[in-house]
T-cell receptor, first 111, second 111 residues
Framework: QKEVEQNSGPLSVPEGAIASLNCTYS??????FFWYRQYSGKSPELIMF????GDKEDGRFTAQLNKASQYVSLLIRDSQPSDSATYLC???????????FGQGTTLQVKP | DGGITQSPKYLFRKEGQNVTLSCEQN?????MYWYRQDPGQGLRLIYY???????QKGDIAEGYSVSREKKESFPLTVTSAQKNPTAFYLC??????????FGDGTRLSIL
């Protein structure tokens, strides 16, 4: 089992819809979770981080964390074509403190 | 502007040659990291440094070397021992316990 798993996609949604991106992790002791957005050919950009169970909202983005089920998700409301990118989930290992990345989910928002 | 500067943007390596990728940050961050990204993959940690004059191997350190003589600088050398060096190399930095932020990356190819 991979330490951090994401469906590679592509996930295709129409403009204005809600995009839901999911990530599961294997380290039950992990406390810190991050979502990065990576446009094609560019470097990752931090868009959300979450440390506590529940939801965290920032503009059109909501991060959801469920430690009991070991998943973290990212919701993008009112999706725009400019949201089309690869979204990387990252989890801090409780053993090493290193940041472990999933392979990323490619999101396509169609006008 | 504060940020992380990687250079060059593109780099070509000949057989048997060592090449050095530059990473400089003016964010006063203690920790710096080097990652490798292959097409369609997540990021894999090569080396990291939490403090000047100290660094640790990541998950794929073979064929790479680093130094951390100054807080602002964390250069990565890709040696001739790295047989498959073609990839996108990303440098990141952070304050301890805080999210990592990335430079724009260097694309390394084989001539």
């Amino acid at each position: 089992q991979k330490e951090v798993e994401q469906n590679s996609g592509p996930l295709s949604v129409p403009e204005g819809a809600i995009a839901s991106l999911n990530c599961t992790y294997s380290d039950r002791g992990s406390q810190s979770f991050f979502w990065y957005r990576q446009y094609s050919g560019k470097s990752p950009e931090l868009i959300m981080f979450i440390y506590s169970n529940g939801d965290k909202e920032d503009g059109r983005f909501t991060a959801q964390l469920n430690k009991a089920s070991q998943y973290v998700s990212l919701l993008i409301r009112d999706s725009q074509p400019s949201d089309s990118a690869t979204y990387l989930c990252a989890v801090v290992s409780s053993n090493t403190g290193k940041l472990i990345f999933g392979q990323g989910t490619t999101l396509q928002v169609k006008p | 502007d504060g940020g992380i500067t990687q250079s060059p943007k593109y780099l070509f390596r000949k057989e048997g040659q060592n090449v050095t990728l530059s990473c400089e940050q003016n964010l006063n961050h203690d920790a710096m990291y080097w990652y490798r990204q292959d097409p369609g993959q997540g990021l894999r940690l090569i080396y990291y440094s939490q403090i000047v004059n100290d660094f640790q191997k990541g998950d794929i350190a073979e064929g790479y070397s680093v130094s951390r003589e100054k807080k602002e600088s964390f250069p990565l050398t890709v040696t001739s021992a790295q047989k498959n060096p073609t990839a996108f190399y990303l440098c990141a930095s952070s304050i301890r316990g805080k999210p990592q932020h990335f430079g724009d990356g260097t694309r390394l190819s084989i001539l």
